[in-house]
């Protein structure tokens, strides 16, 4: 077995052995959340009380001030008990809301903490790729060696590539091969472009040549690929902000609904065959129109990042946005 493959077994072995910041976050963000919805447990036990009963009853909601009838399920029903709780009931925070919550928590801490974070230093390496081909192609000119000029090009900034050229300038100097080193700086960037200028760095390597018109043609390739990147993302923006703005509208009809019907139809009795049937209750719609609003909020989302960058993992934050705006929307025009 050759030295590089025996390092990238090891590589692979070590990389068994550690935890993904993926998971790491995903874990965290479990956590967190089952910890948001037992704390909203917690608060539901204080505000209400269980009561053995099969008949409704007419109980003044603590967090809203009205009257609600009460339906019995499994012959219980849940009555305020009128305690104040962790949560002021002028806040209007209750055990629905605490789910949405850890909803945010679940959703928000991976997409913010990983996804998003490693989109951008992705990005950054592409957008200076360009830069470092260039200057490997000005430092062939002056008759520099290749891994002489690489060396160079680590003193420089490039963003996120320094690092990884620092990394490669080091090994190198230990007298680690080149191409040993190189191939490990190509697992490390982990961008599709910057993985194939490795290529055509070790290719133009190898096989010797005029290595400036090489490097120069690499560069204009890699950033004809980066305007092409550009001008779509530029062409889909307004998509993009079409999902956001059907959400907000969404939010209106929602709101009007509720405000115009639903809400006189959970307070008013009904009659059917001269008989009077007791309406559902108000805060069933409540509750019901926040998961409606989580939900949508959560999908528009992901629609929304597969459509802006090609991937649901960034449409995570664009869900975190949408999930926050839903809850505010809810407490503020629905659970007043």
């Keep these: 077995m050759s030295t ?21 976050y995903w874990s965290v963000s479990t956590l967190l959340s089952i910890i948001t919805i037992a704390f909203g447990f917690i608060e539901y036990q204080n505000d209400y009380r269980l009561v053995n009963t099969t008949s409704p009853r007419i109980v003044t909601n603590p967090r809203t001030g009205q009257e609600e ?13 009128g305690n ?32 998003l974070r490693e989109a951008r230093r992705l990005k950054a390496i592409d957008d200076n790729l360009p830069f470092l081909l260039r200057e ?38 230990w007298g680690i091969p080149f191409r040993d080193a190189m191939h490990s700086f190509k697992e490390n960037v982990k961008t599709p472009l910057a993985k194939q200028a490795t290529i055509l760095i070790l290719e133009a390597e190898r096989s010797g040549g005029n290595l400036e018109e090489i ?43 509720f405000a115009t019907f639903f809400e006189q139809f959970g307070t008013q009795a009904i009659v059917v065959n001269n ?8 805060h069933a719609f409540r509750n019901l129109f926040l998961y409606v609003l989580a939900t949508q909020a959560l999908f528009s989302g992901m629609t929304a990042g597969k459509m802006g960058s090609g991937t649901i993992k960034i449409g995570l934050g664009h ?18």
């Design 136 to 173: 490997i192609a000005d430092s062939q000119r002056i008759g520099m060696h290749l891994p002489r000029a690489i060396l160079e090009a680590s003193k420089r900034n490039y963003g996120p590539l320094t690092p990884e050229l620092k990394k490669l300038a080091a090994k190198v100097s």
């Design 275 to 282: 008989t009077e049937v007791v309406p559902i209750p108000i």
């Design 84 to 115: 104040q709780g962790f949560i002021p009931n002028t806040l209007k925070f209750n055990i629905h809301h605490f789910i949405v919550l850890a909803l945010v928590i679940f959703v928000g801490i991976p997409a913010f903490g990983v996804y």
């Design 69 to 81: 009838i009460v339906f019995p399920v499994f012959g219980f029903l849940s009555e305020p008990t």
């Design 319 to 336: 869900s975190t946005f949408l999930l926050i705006v839903a809850l505010l929307a809810h407490l503020f025009l629905i659970a007043k």
């Design 215 to 257: 490097f120069d043609a690499a560069q204009r390739h890699v950033q004809e690929i980066l305007d092409i990147k550009r001008e779509r993302e530029a062409q889909i923006r307004p998509y993009v902000y079409i999902v956001f703005a059907s959400y907000f509208i969404f939010i209106v009809v929602i709101w009007v609904l």
């Design 4 to 24: 590089l493959e025996e390092k990238e077994m090891e590589k692979l072995r070590l990389r068994k052995k550690e935890a993904s910041p993926a998971f790491i």
